[in-house]
Structures are given as C-alpha cells and as structure tokens.
C-alpha cells in the first residue's frame, strides 16, 4: 500500500518560494485557479519528485530565468510518504545550492531511510520504482490522470500489455523476465568469463602436462645418460682390470728370473774374489826359482864333474898343474862338490816339481776363474737385459698403480653418477597437473551449471515467459477484472470498452474494443468528448484493479471534463464522487458548474510571480 503523506516543493517551475500541502486519504478536493498558475504544476512536481519524470512531457523543472529571485536556490522536492506503513523521505534536487542532509544538494535523488539505499543516482532510482511498486507508466495511468497526457489506449501495443500488466498484478511475470533477461546476460558474461578461464585453465593444464612429459623426458634421458655414463665407467674399469691383470703376470716371471740371475751374480763374483792372481805370480816366480837353483847346481856340477873328469888339472889361480895330492884333494873334493851338488839338485828338482803342481794347480783354478768370468759377463748381460725388463717392469708396476688408481677414480665416479640428480621435482609436477586439473573439473562444472541455467533462461523467454506463454494467458484471465469493471462503468457512459488477447496470434497480440449501442467503435474515431469519457472510465477502472493490487490513497485527476458535455460533466462526476468515499482524489477543473457537496475547495493563484495555495 502507498500511502502519499506531503510534499515540499521549491523552485519547481512555477512554485518559486516552498509550497507544502498535505494529502488526505479521503474525500474530495477541487482545485482551481486561472490558467498558468501552477495546478497541474503540484502533481507535476509530485511525478518527478518520484520518478525524475514531468506529467508534462518536456515541461521545464527549473523556475523561468525571468522570474527567479536573486537569492533562488534551485529546484528542490521533498515527499512523505509510507509504504506498508513503513515511513518513507524522498528528496529529490536540481541545481540545489543549498545542503540537504549536510551535504549539498546538486542534483541528488536521496531516499531515506537509506540502510538499504544502493549507491549511485541510476541504481537510487531503480531502487526507488521498486519500493514504490508503481513504474512512471502505471501512475501516470492509474494515480495521476494528467491533462494532454498519453492515454492506454493511444499507448503501443506492448506498452499497454505491460501498463496491464503491472495494473493487474501480473507484472511479476514481466519482472520474472526482467529478472530473467538480467540474469541471463549476466550469466552470459558469466559463462564468457567462465569459458575464458575454462581456456586459459585448459591452456594451464596443457602447460603442465607439457612440463610434466618435458620433465620425465628430461629425467628418461638425464638416467640414460647416467646409466651410459656409469656403463662407461664399468667398461674402463674392466678394460683397467684386464690391462692390470697382464702387467701383474709379467711382472711376477721376470721379477723370478731376476732375482735368480742376481743370487748366481753373486756366487759368481765370490768365486772370482777368492782367485789371487799374487799368488800365481809368487808360484811361478817360485817355480822359476828353483827351475834357477838347479840350473846354477846343474852348472856347478858340471863344472865339478868336469874337475873329475880332467887328468891334470890346473890351478885355476895361477894355471900350472896341480900335484897330485893336491890333485886328489881337489878331485876328493870336486867329488864331494858333486855329489852334494847331485844331492841339491834332487832335493830342488823335488821341491820344484812340487812348486809345479801348486803353479798347474793355480793354473788350472785361473782356467777355472776365466770359465766364471765368462759366465759373470753373460749373467751380467743377462741382468742388464733383466735390468731393462725391470724397467719396463717397474714401469709397468706404475703403470698397474695408475690402472688402480684410475679404477679407484672410476668407482668414485660412478658413485658420484649414481647420487647425480636433476633439480626437477616431479611429485610437485605431478601435484600441478592435478590441481590444474581439479580447477579444470570446477572451471568445467561452473562452465556446465551456467551453461544449464542459461539454457533454462533461454527456455523460460522463449516459452513461459515470452508474449505468447504464461504471461499472455494470465493478462487475458485477468482482462476479465478490468472488462468487467468497464462493463459497469458502461452503464453510465453507454460506451462499452474491452480489453483482450489474441491468444491465437502467433505473438499474442494485444487488443480493445469500443462498443457503442453494440456497434464497434475504433478510439481514433471518436468525438473528443467521447474520447475523454472512454479514457476517464478506462482510467478509473484500471486505477479500481490496481487499487486492489498495490492500492494508493490519493487519485490526481487534471481536467477529466474536458471537451465533455454538461450531462457527461455530472455522468463523471458522480464516479468521482464515488471514488472519493475511498481515496483521496484531486481534481484539477475550470468548470465552475462542478461543485459536488462534501468537497473541499483550493484556490491556485500567483503571488510575487510564486504559485500558492489557499483551501476553504
């Protein structure tokens, strides 16, 4: 229910200085005053005070430059009102200089309480029409019956089905669509989104299983490459084996013969140092010298037994002959000479031949010696050859600790390959491209619900929701309430209006009829006394229904007796006398010849240029 309290209103158009009237939920009240005073000029600032909308279309809001005072403030509309009983304080502000609620007032729309109030001037007003329950359409149609104003019936097809909409409480089907079509293009800039993030989750997840193949392909051929590496190592160190195992054997014959050359080298040697080549010479100088002693015995005897052998011999002084004793002396002892010599000679012919076999003896043993030398030289060259062996034996024994130092660093190494790793965690690869996945899985499931729920968007607007679903069918249900209402209205005017749906058009087209006296009458061509009549009644029946779906206290009628005839004058004012007994109705009228009993009077006038009121 909208219950509309007071409204406030300063420099709006004609109402230069604040004008403030309170409505009544009941009775009648006629408003005149001369042209151009501002009557309509209160339901006018009511309108865009609700809606930013003038009943006048394109009448000025802001009071005529020629006319402002210098200390004008702008344009400013305050209305009270309820809702449900709830309290309501609508401001609305053009060009205000002044502050409204400690801020200054611009071109505000302020609607208080504001606990609920969205932020922004579109989202206020959007706000504003919901609370109210009445678009600008419907009041203008249904609360406010402006002069000059569009009526329903001159209003496009789709803009009186949705006028009828609202008036018979069915809107809810047009606002389900609004709120479809919001939500479908909100979801579809979901899904867009949806299916943006789906792509770059699908381009994440190509990335890395990329990665992942990239990274296990890189391990593959790191342990390929290790194991070759390894492989290698295992081969060199068979070849090192084999390559030692050669050297050892070599070097365990010649190290064999070598040292048995070297024990026979030194008996050899200790055989030939125990020759004395000194004493060979003192035997031969000792053979030599009893080979002289005989020689000089031998010689002494010859010469002695030549004295025995000589008749006379003489004296080997002086040369005369000896006597013959001394002769016999001489011979006795030439005789003993010689036979001591004879003895001499045996016993140094003895002594010699022993000195002969100690020197053949010594002989012999040089012969001996000459036989070890010989062997002494081809052992030693046997050595020296072995010498060079060794060499290349001790050579080969580096070279067998090389190999086994090579090994040592071969196993080394291969231990080393063996703790080698990539700095590649695959676990956490692995872990990625789940996780990329699960976004992938939710990013689907997202994509597929917002894909779901816009094909059921899509089928309620197309079906249910469309002219020709559900909405349609209701309208031409609850037309019924409105042509009935019109039926007895029709007992008044003689004019019978209808209202209907071609539910057999394929986009259920929206239609009315005007009977007249049953003869169908098209609205275009109607007198303008029998327009206005068929748009007071048609108004006055929507405004019946829509107070029973939303309801409001007040009706603002701006003059409803135009072009119509003195009997047509009181045929209508009957009606809004009737309406009056339940709401509040304002009536805008020059018409003097209307003046209902129980009816409060308000005099419009100008004064220093400034709309004011006076009720009596």
């Known amino acids: 229910m909208l219950t509309i309290n007071r409204i406030k209103i300063e420099g709006f158009s004609s109402i230069v200085n604040e004008l403030e009237l309170e409505f009544k939920s009941k009775g009648l009240t006629v408003i005149n005053g001369q042209n151009g005073v501002g009557k309509t000029t209160i339901f006018s600032a009511l309108s865009w005070a609700l809606y930013g909308q003038s009943l006048k279309e394109k009448s000025t809001v802001l009071t005529w430059e020629e006319i402002r005072p210098k200390d004008y403030r702008g344009c400013k509309v305050e209305v009270e009102l309820h809702i449900n009983d709830k309290p309501y304080h609508i401001i609305r502000c053009l060009d205000w200089q002044d502050k409204v609620e400690g801020v200054r007032g611009g071109n505000r729309l302020l609607v208080y309480p504001d606990d609920d109030v969205p932020k922004g001037q579109r989202e206020v007003k959007a706000y504003l029409i919901d609370k109210l329950g009445y678009s600008f359409d419907l009041f203008r149609n249904s609360i406010a019956f402006g002069q000059k104003a569009k009526r329903i019936i001159e209003e496009s097809n789709g803009k009186r089905k949705e006028i009828l909409e609202q008036a018979l409480d069915i809107s809810f089907i047009r606002d389900a669509l609004a709120s479809v079509e919001k939500e479908h293009k909100e979801l579809r800039l979901e899904r867009d989104s949806l299916e943006s993030e789906l792509n770059e989750v699908e381009e994440k997840l190509e990335e890395a299983k990329d990665e992942l193949s990239s990274a296990k392909e890189a391990i593959q051929s790191f342990e390929a490459e290790k194991q070759s590496d390894i492989d290698d190592c295992e ?270 058009s394929r986009y259920k087209d929206f239609f009315q009829f005007i009977y007249k006296n049953g003869i169908d009458k098209p609205y275009h061509d109607l007198s303008g006394g029998q327009k206005q009549l068929v748009d007071v009644v048609t108004a006055l029946a929507i405004e019946d229904i829509t107070s029973e779906a939303l309801g409001c206290n007040i009706v603002l009628m701006d003059e409803v007796f135009e072009s119509l005839s003195l009997d047509n004058i009181e045929i209508v004012g009957n009606l809004i006398s009737e309406k009056a007994r339940s709401k509040g109705v304002y009536l805008v009228t020059h018409r003097d010849e209307f003046q209902p009993s129980n009816s409060q009077r308000m005099q419009i006038s100008l004064e220093n240029n400034s709309t004011v009121i006076r009720i009596g």
């Not at 080969?396 to 291969?414: F, G, P, V």
């Not at 231990?415 to 976004?439: A, F, G, M, N």
């Not at 309208?475 to 007992?491: A, E, G, P």
């Open 235 to 504: 081969n060199e160190i068979s070849e090192l084996k084999a390559k030692k195992a050669d050297l050892n054997f070599k070097n365990t014959i010649g190290s064999n013969a070598y040292k048995g050359l070297l024990a026979e080298h030194s008996k050899l040697e200790d055989k030939i140092a125990s020759f004395d080549e000194g004493s060979l010479n003192d035997l031969r100088a000792y053979v030599k010298s009893f080979e002289d002693v005989i020689k000089g015995l031998k010689k002494q005897k010859s010469k002695a037994d030549e004295q025995l052998n000589t008749e006379s011999p003489e004296c080997e002084y002086c040369g005369k002959k000896l006597l013959e004793d001394e002769y016999k002396k001489l011979r006795a002892k030439a005789l003993l000479s010689s036979q001591e010599l004879e003895g001499e000679i045996a016993k140094n012919a003895k002594l010699l031949n022993g000195a002969k076999k100690k020197l053949d003896k010594a002989i012999e043993a040089q012969q001996d010696e000459l036989a070890y030398v010989l062997r002494l030289e081809e052992v030693e060259d046997k050595l020296e050859a072995y010498r060079k062996e060794e060499a290349r034996i001790e050579a080969n024994k580096t070279l067998a600790s090389d190999y086994e130092d090579a090994m040592h660093r071969m196993t080394s190494r291969i231990s080393r390959i063996k703790t080698r790793s990539l700095d590649i965690d695959l676990i956490k690869l692995k872990d990625k491209v789940s996780s990329v996945k699960k976004q992938r899985k939710l990013a689907s499931m997202k994509f597929k619900s917002v894909e779901a729920r816009i094909n059921t968007l899509n089928w309620l607007r197309k079906e249910p929701l469309s002219s020709g679903g559900i909405k349609a069918y209701m309208l031409d249900q609850m037309l019924v309430k409105i042509n009935s209402r019109l039926q007895q209205y029709s007992k008044y005017t003689g004019f019978e209006v209808e209202f209907g749906v071609d539910m057999e």
